[in-house]
């Protein structure tokens, strides 16, 4: 019966034939596939999905049009797309910002041609489990040389009173030397009286010569039980520069991947990310250099209050073949309970010569000698430990392109410092 669910949710949105093959392929590999590796993470027993794919039903909420302002926007609120603004000047250049089955009608060979490169069904469990059963998806699409200098901006909102699997896709499709900035945005609202999963894949294929400023803040509610993964697939010469802020409040497992595949490709993933409560979260960052002249860069700041548990995997891999390639990750986590639990684990896999690698990982409370420097100028306390802490993080919240997001993420830190126990 639930093959013939996900047939009949497939035939109802009018998926071409290629994409029920793929979902049926994909559904018959989820029982012989394993769970993904994260190291020293026990999420083995948590609901990832419970085999239902459906649409949400329709909702009135949407974000403040006027606080969005007039730059490319993309608004999903579960399976529904509530707002769509792009301007015709980009329209006119062949750029695409729209829902999943718009973007099939419109561009149905582009689709299929890149749809799963990135992140392959059979790759793990979770992954033949996202294919079978996503139930909304979003692409990006920008052609050839095209050069967008408005950030694009996706929200996509999950009602957490609601218990309609939050399974997303998105696929961002960057043509040769073409350059753009792009914001996402996984929120949830309500009172999270429900408890739901959410499976969400993030396909970024970067070709070759283009450029992208990619930048993230995720805040999905304490009743929702995450696996996220976003993967790069770079070809020659290609750049994207991660910025990931992790701020949920439930248990989060992710996996940041990027694949350097071409010649001269260059990944540089910065991830921040806060645990607070009993909160489990386990992100795995890769980067793997497959091109000569490759370039990885990994920086990793997290933050830790109350009971929470925070893992940060860092693996940099060099794949026989990609000489000249640097391979760098630096890891770091602050402690603000000795409640708190966390790891920091440096991984190098280095299976060629003439290249440059390296790690870094600490884990530590706040320094108290920047305590007292601030606190001997008049600050009290917390607001001397807010400081560190935002200038701890700041490496990635400078990063992102809209001023209200950064002020938003500092304002979610201060919100769960405030409330600590």
Do not use: C
């Amino acid at each position: 019966m639930t093959l013939e669910n996900i047939m009949a949710f497939s035939q109802g949105k009018a998926e071409p034939v290629w994409l029920q093959e793929r979902r049926q392929k994909a559904f018959h590999l989820i029982d012989h596939l394993e769970l993904p590796i994260i190291e020293r993470v026990k999420f083995h027993r948590w609901n990832l999905g419970d085999g239902r794919i459906e649409d949400s039903p329709f909702e009135a909420t949407v974000p403040d049009f006027i606080a969005l302002g007039d730059n490319p926007i993309l608004v999903q609120n579960g399976t529904r797309t509530v707002m769509e603004q792009l301007p015709m000047e980009l329209h006119e250049q062949g750029v695409l910002f729209t829902d999943f089955y718009s973007a099939l009608e419109e561009i149905p060979d582009i689709i299929h041609a890149y749809f799963g490169t990135a992140i392959e069904d059979n790759q793990d469990k979770l992954s033949a489990y996202h294919t079978a059963y996503f139930n909304s998806a979003a692409v990006l699409y920008v052609p050839d040389f095209v050069e967008i200098k408005q950030p694009l901006e996706a929200i996509f909102l999950q009602n957490s009173d609601s218990e309609v699997p939050f399974n997303k896709h998105v696929l961002i499709i960057a043509g040769r030397e073409s350059q753009f900035s792009y914001l996402e945005r996984f929120e949830s609202y309500g009172q999270n009286s429900a408890k739901a999963s959410a499976n969400i894949s993030v396909e970024v294929i970067a070709q070759a010569g283009s450029r992208i400023k990619f930048s993230a803040i995720d805040r999905l509610g304490k009743s929702v039980t995450t696996y996220i993964s976003r993967r790069g697939r770079l070809a020659e010469n290609a750049t994207i520069d991660w910025s990931l802020s992790i701020m949920n409040e439930g248990n989060v497992i992710a996996d940041f991947d990027s694949d350097l595949l071409g010649d001269g490709s260059h990944a540089d993933l910065k991830v921040v990310a806060a645990s607070s409560g009993r909160q489990i979260q386990g992100i795995d960052t890769r980067v793997t250099n497959y091109g000569k002249n490759s370039i990885g860069h990994i920086l990793q700041h997290g933050v830790i209050l109350e009971k929470g548990t925070l893992t940060f995997n860092g693996i940099g891999h060099i794949i026989k073949g990609a000489k000249g390639a640097d391979a760098q990750q630096e890891s770091r986590v602050l402690m603000l309970s000795d409640k708190a639990r966390s790891d920091a684990n440096p991984i190098l896999l280095i299976d060629e010569n003439e290249v440059t690698a390296g790690h870094a990982a600490s884990i530590g409370q706040v320094d108290p000698e920047d305590m007292y420097y601030l606190m001997s100028r008049g600050l009290d306390k917390d607001t001397a430990e807010r400081l560190v802490i935002r200038g701890f993080l700041g490496a990635v919240i400078t990063e992102i392109p809209v001023k209200e997001v950064r002020d938003n993420i500092i304002a979610v830190l201060d919100q769960k410092l405030a409330s600590r126990a």
